[in-house]
């Protein structure tokens, strides 16, 4: 399997090295040359089976040759041996035809370790294979950092460093970062935003000096590698609730367009989903993009559901690539126009042409916080604030065919966000058991100014080599 960039001007690679550099050299993002299709019966044949080895015929055409059968069949074992429930990905009845499907049983309990949970030792793998290392530096507001640092943890071919905005993430999130005590995890804490954390991240990659001598590399949710292991949760629940011969909805709570791309790289699989719901917060950059055909960014408010506070959704220029037909120029074009005029459009006829797979549905903080409350009145389920933004999105833009099936996806689990669940339902989520010392344990953080050369030296500092 080879892989192009929808700019047009980088390498066509294989997975390996697609996994390894990320981001395409032209600015763009990998997609496989050619959709890989499953037919009916391949469907058929993976209903019943464990998660693991579903996920081994969802991701093995995308590997190509680049890893054999049984390493990968090996890492996929080991990667969902570590969810804390038999299922990994868990469907729960909500209506007579909606179903949530549970993304949070991961180590970090939010849907990020599924695709993270699995790059890790891929890197791990393909870098001990070639003799190479790699320096992973992360900036997150959130979730992605303790998702990638669990990920990586204890690798002998990565050293991994994460900044994060000091006091402006909550307290789990923090720890769930800071309390891990392998070596090769180093946690900066930086005297400034989330945004200044972006700033010197883009300045170390910027540098290429730095960037050469320490091997730098990033896990954000371009990576191709994260794609495809969110696409088989997209089968797994598909193949459970009856596809092929049943079609499906999906609603799925977003920022970067990274989750529910996956759902649109299932459909392209030959999955029946006539249905893809963009659940927003008042950052409804993609819902507004829905209504009207143009992508316009205005600036970014704090709202309930952090995880979702995005006005870029980088992973959308891989729907833009398909929508235009593949023509990379019309995507540069309206890459170039978003850098310049924060906005573009995409004509008419590919508008409605959208329209007959996606829909956006918004929800203020208001809303979400009354739906966490009706949700638990009347279904007896705690959710998190992302989840019920996707249930009440999926129940209103979910439409389906006579018999299909509506499936909204729960990203995270309420006790990443006690203080907004509690003030919505009057009650307060405990972490799962093996969490629940969370608060005791001790904590490993350096603090830094918001200062380029004050975190390279960090870095520099840290190295295991
Ligand atoms: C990251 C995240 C999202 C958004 O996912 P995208 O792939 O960026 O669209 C939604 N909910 C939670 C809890 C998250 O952590």
Redesign the pocket.
């Given at each position: 399997m080879r892989y192009v960039s929808t700019r047009g001007k980088a390498p066509v690679l294989g997975f390996d090295e697609v996994v390894l550099t990320g981001l395409a050299a032209d600015g763009g993002l990998y997609v496989p040359e050619d959709w890989i299709t499953l037919d009916d019966d391949d469907w058929r044949a993976m209903r019943g089976l464990p998660y693991a080895e579903v996920a081994l015929r969802v991701m093995l055409p995308y590997v190509g040759a680049a890893l054999t059968e049984e390493e990968l069949a090996d890492l996929l074992e080991g990667a969902y041996a570590r969810f804390d429930h038999p299922a990994v990905a868990p469907l729960r009845q909500i209506g007579p035809h909606d179903w949530l499907m549970e993304l949070f049983h991961g180590p970090t309990l939010?849907?990020?370790d599924h695709a993270m949970q699995v790059l890790g030792p891929l890197f791990d793998l393909l870098l001990t294979r070639s003799g190479r290392r790699l320096t992973i530096v992360g900036a997150t507001s959130?979730?992605?950092g303790s998702a990638a640092i669990e990920a990586c943890r204890d690798r002998e071919a990565i050293d991994i460093f994460i900044l994060h905005p000091k006091d402006r993430v909550s307290e789990v999130q923090r720890r769930q970062m800071t309390t891990v005590q392998s070596p090769n995890v180093h946690n900066i804490a930086v005297n400034g935003t989330f945004d200044d954390c972006q700033a010197l991240l883009k300045s170390l990659f910027a540098d290429t000096a730095f960037r050469d001598e320490v091997n730098l590399s990033a896990v954000n949710?371009i990576n191709w590698a994260r794609i495809v292991g969110q696409v088989v949760y997209y089968a797994w629940a598909g193949v459970a609730l009856g596809a092929p011969d049943r079609s499906l909805g999906f609603s799925?709570?977003?920022?970067?367009?990274?989750?529910?791309f996956a759902g649109y790289v299932a459909r392209q699989m030959g999955l029946p989903i006539d249905r893809l719901v963009v659940g927003s917060n008042r950052n409804d950059i993609l819902t507004r993009f829905l209504e009207t055909g143009t992508m316009s960014q205005e600036s970014v408010v704090p709202t309930i559901?952090p995880?979702?506070d995005?006005q870029v959704?980088s992973?959308f220029e891989r729907l833009l690539f398909e929508l235009y037909g593949r023509d990379a120029d019309e995507v540069r074009a309206a890459m170039d126009s978003l850098r310049q005029n924060g906005a573009y459009s995409v004509p008419d006829d590919l508008h409605q042409e959208l329209l007959g797979l996606f829909r956006g549905h918004r929800l203020t903080d208001a809303e979400t916080s009354d739906a966490m409350r009706v949700i638990l009145e009347d279904a007896g389920l705690l959710v998190?604030p992302?989840?019920a933004i996707g249930i009440v999105a999926g129940q209103i833009a979910g439409r389906r065919d006579e018999g299909g099936v509506t499936v909204s996806l729960a990203?995270?689990h309420p006790a990443?966000f006690p203080d907004a669940v509690e003030k919505a339902t009057g009650v307060r989520p405990p972490l799962p058991t093996r969490l629940a010392d969370l608060l005791q344990r001790p904590e490993r953080v350096v603090e830094a100014p918001n200062d380029t050369r004050a975190i390279q030296a960090i870095v520099r500092e840290g190295l295991r080599r």
């Open positions: 939010a849907f990020k959130g979730d992605t949710s799925v709570p977003t920022g970067n367009f990274g989750n529910i559901s995880s979702m995005i959704s992973n998190d992302h989840t990203t995270a990443k």
